[in-house]
T-cell receptor
């Protein structure tokens, strides 16, 4: 089974702190994604990566950056956390190979910025 | 960008009831997926269905691509069906999904 693992399930950080959210997938997928989920808004794409060291902005990249130094690992970085970044963050991965691009999600990281 | 609207936003069902969830999208798509998010936050892919009809147990889905909508059917609902159902689409082959706002389903025993 595909496994996408997010390192932290619940975090509480202070305004202005630098925050790292880590994600690891074990299926050798080329693509990895970071979404945030807010009530009533569904999931919104922050960044995605289609290869090591490659990244593209999603719909809401402001205030975030990402790092992909190894194929299996994709990190989301909040350079200076703010209260409006309190949210649930979901990592996902999929492959470009084959006829279907089913996407697999991690369990989510609940971030509270105080 | 493409807009995705789901209806209804909330649905309360008695166990054993049937229901239909709808997803409308504003442009042609090459990828459409339905997901279920359980109460603990885990998102599971239910269907990859850019067109046509598929069935998996008590769940089935139909996408009419020419009319830009998809339907998810839940039959004989169970309490384990509770959660949020999301529809997500992409104009391309499927790397950057745009999600709808979800339908929150509560199945009462």
């Amino acid at each position: 089974d595909v496994k996408v693992t997010q390192s932290s399930r619940y975090l509480v950080k202070r305004t202005g702190e630098k925050v790292f959210l880590e994600c690891v997938q074990d299926m050798d997928h080329e693509n990895m994604f970071w979404y945030r989920q807010d009530p009533g808004l569904g999931l919104r794409l922050i960044y995605f990566s289609y290869d090591v060291k490659m990244k593209e902005k999603g719909d809401i990249p402001e205030g975030y950056s990402v790092s992909r130094e190894k194929k299996e690992r994709f990190s989301l970085i909040l350079e200076s956390a703010s209260t409006n970044q309190t949210s649930m963050y979901l990592c996902a991965s999929n492959t470009r190979q084959g006829p279907r691009n089913t996407i697999y999600f991690g369990e989510g990281s609940w971030l509270t910025v105080v | 960008g493409i807009q995705v609207e789901q209806s209804p936003p909330d649905l309360i069902l008695q166990e054993g009831a049937n229901s239909t969830l709808r997803c409308n999208f504003s442009d042609s798509v090459n990828n459409l997926q339905w997901f279920h998010q359980n109460p603990w936050g885990q998102l599971i892919n239910l269907f990859y269905i850019p067109s046509g009809t598929k069935q998996n147990g008590r769940l089935s889905a139909t996408t009419v691509a020419t009319e830009r909508y998809s339907l998810l059917y839940i039959s004989s609902s169970q309490t384990t069906d509770s959660g949020v159902y999301f529809c997500a689409v992409d104009k391309a082959a499927g790397n950057k999904l745009t999600f709808g706002g979800g339908t929150r389903v509560l199945v009462k025993p």
